[in-house]
């Protein structure tokens, strides 16, 4: 039996970085999916492992975390000897913080958000969400001008953090072609040994 189950949602950008990152530490989990739509994730089974009522969660033997960034720190600091995902160093460390603060943050509000409106008609400012993108997608563009990676001289868990929603920005309505920069980014990430793919979803999934 395998020792690390993950509980997910194959749809779910969140659940994506985690799975992703457990393919490219060439770890073996098994995938639980939990069938969000029907709100299995706010039953009370569920809720015993996660509180919060939310995707992913992480279930390492008898140690159980939950959010996705969480999960990933976790990850990189057990099973990452080279510290290459979370380096050692406290400046370098510091900088990956900033950008996992920016998945959870203007990633999450902006093509996230996009990405919920169109695929599975959540009811947000649709709008303001496109917005909110490009902002956050013009910033990292510009900063990924001279850069291989988000953070540093390799890939992190700041990169596994951003990509997927990234990636799927498109989903959204949120166009990629002027963000040259970030789709090499990207090409980079998928070129990574063991990274796989998060579904691609048409929109009004929810209809």
Same mark, same amino acid.
Request: aromatic share 12%.
């Given at each position: %039996? %395998? &020792?690390?189950?993950?509980?997910?949602?194959? *749809?779910?950008?969140?659940?994506?970085?985690?799975?992703?990152?457990?393919? *490219?530490?060439?770890?073996?989990?098994?995938f639980i999916s939990v069938d969000v739509a029907n709100g299995e994730h706010k039953q009370p089974e569920?809720?015993?492992?996660?509180?919060?009522?939310?995707?992913?969660?992480?279930?390492?033997?008898?140690?159980?975390?939950? $959010?996705?960034?969480?999960? *990933?720190?976790?990850?990189?600091?057990?099973?990452? !000897?080279?510290?290459?995902?979370?380096?050692?160093?406290?400046?370098?460390?510091?900088?990956?913080? !900033?950008?996992?603060?920016?998945?959870? =943050?203007?990633?999450?509000? =902006?093509?996230?958000?996009?990405?919920?409106? !169109?695929?599975?008609?959540?009811?947000?400012?649709?709008?303001?969400?496109?917005?909110?993108?490009?902002?956050?997608?013009?910033?990292?563009?510009?900063?990924?001008?001279?850069?291989?990676? *988000?953070?540093?001289?390799?890939?992190?868990?700041? $990169?596994?953090?951003?990509?997927?929603?990234?990636?799927?920005?498109?989903? =959204?309505d949120v166009s990629l072609k002027y963000y040259p920069y970030i789709q090499d980014w990207l090409a980079?990430?998928? &070129?990574? +040994?063991?990274?796989? +793919? %998060? +579904?691609?979803? +048409?929109?009004?999934?929810?209809?």
């Open positions: %039996m %395998m &020792a690390i189950k993950l509980y997910g949602f194959k *749809l779910s950008g969140h659940s994506h970085r985690v799975e992703v990152f457990l393919s *490219l530490l060439d770890l073996e989990y098994e569920f809720l015993a492992k996660n509180n919060f009522g939310q995707i992913p969660v992480l279930a390492d033997g008898n140690f159980i975390i939950s $959010d996705s960034n969480a999960i *990933l720190y976790y990850l990189a600091n057990t099973y990452d !000897k080279s510290r290459q995902w979370f380096p050692a160093n406290i400046k370098l460390a510091s900088e990956i913080q !900033k950008y996992l603060s920016v998945a959870s =943050g203007q990633i999450a509000y =902006g093509p996230a958000a996009a990405r919920l409106v !169109k695929v599975f008609g959540a009811e947000l400012e649709h709008q303001v969400a496109i917005d909110r993108a490009h902002q956050v997608l013009n910033i990292i563009n510009c900063h990924l001008a001279n850069k291989n990676w *988000l953070v540093g001289e390799s890939a992190s868990i700041a $990169d596994v953090a951003n990509y997927s929603y990234i990636a799927h920005a498109p989903e =959204g980079r990430f998928e &070129a990574l +040994p063991g990274f796989i +793919p %998060m +579904p691609k979803t +048409p929109a009004g999934l929810a209809k």
